[in-house]
Structures are given as structure tokens and as C-alpha cells.
């Protein structure tokens, strides 16, 4: 750093000063990080919920149960019923999806069928508004 002493020479015009006071810049920003952290809410690391209150009432009926096997060559059966063809099974699915409470459909692939056999049965029961289906793994066929 150095110190200028002494006047501009006769008729020179003064050279504006460079440096850039940098004092008020700072506690301006100290001031608005104060304001940030004075401001910013408790970390809550819980979740509030209203939970009920008392024991759950008992199920009124046990679910009815419609199990499909696709056994390793595509082969399908409704309740160890062979299907002989797609427009039955959707039959089938059509009139549990019709029914107001319906039945737990559960859908049980061999390990060894290709998926879209599979996929095939479960894109059935999705277009025809069936709600309650679940993939089952099935120790009869495997």
C-alpha cells in the first residue's frame, strides 16, 4: 500500500478513487444473515397425524378369494378351473369387477412362465376395473 502526499500538479485534474469501501457491503450482509437465521423455523423431524382412537372394529366378513394360476406353458386356471380362452377369462374378470364388494383376486405365475403371459392376465383385470388383485407366490408349482 502506499500513501499519496501532495498536491496534483498545477491545472491536472484529481484522479477518481478506485477502491471500492467494502465496510458497509459487509454489515449489510452480516445484518440479512442474522435476519436469515433468526427467521428460519425449528427443524421438527416428526410428523403429526391424527390417529384413531380405540380398537379397530373386527372385519365383518372374511374376503372371498378368486385365485388364477398360469402355469409354465401359459395354461390358466380360475380356481383350478382350466380357462380355454382370453374372452372367458375376461368374462370371468368382467363379473367380478361388476360385483359392489369384490372379491380378493389373487394372481399366482409358475416361475417359469414368460412375463407376458403374466402381464397379459394382470392388463385384463386392469381394464376391466378389477381393484383387488395381488401377486401370490405359489409353492404348488414351483
Do not use: C
Amino acid at each position: 500500500m502506499s500513501m499519496n502526499v501532495g498536491s496534483p500538479a498545477a491545472g491536472a485534474d484529481p484522479e477518481p478513487m478506485m477502491e471500492m469501501n467494502m465496510t458497509p457491503l459487509i454489515d449489510v450482509m452480516l445484518v440479512l444473515i442474522i435476519m436469515l437465521i433468526i427467521t428460519i423455523p425449528k427443524a421438527n423431524h416428526s410428523v403429526n397425524l391424527n390417529m384413531p382412537v380405540g380398537t379397530p372394529p373386527p372385519p365383518t366378513k372374511e374376503p372371498v378369494v378368486v385365485t388364477i394360476d398360469v402355469d409354465f406353458d401359459g395354461t390358466i386356471l380360475w380356481d383350478n378351473q382350466v380357462v380355454p380362452d382370453r374372452a372367458t377369462l375376461e368374462s370371468k374378470l368382467t363379473a367380478v369387477a361388476a360385483q359392489a364388494d369384490q372379491p380378493e383376486v389373487h394372481l399366482r405365475p409358475n416361475k417359469l412362465v414368460s412375463y407376458k403371459s403374466v402381464a397379459g392376465v394382470m392388463a385384463s383385470a386392469q381394464r376391466l376395473g378389477v381393484t383387488k388383485i395381488g401377486l401370490v407366490g405359489n409353492e404348488q408349482f414351483q
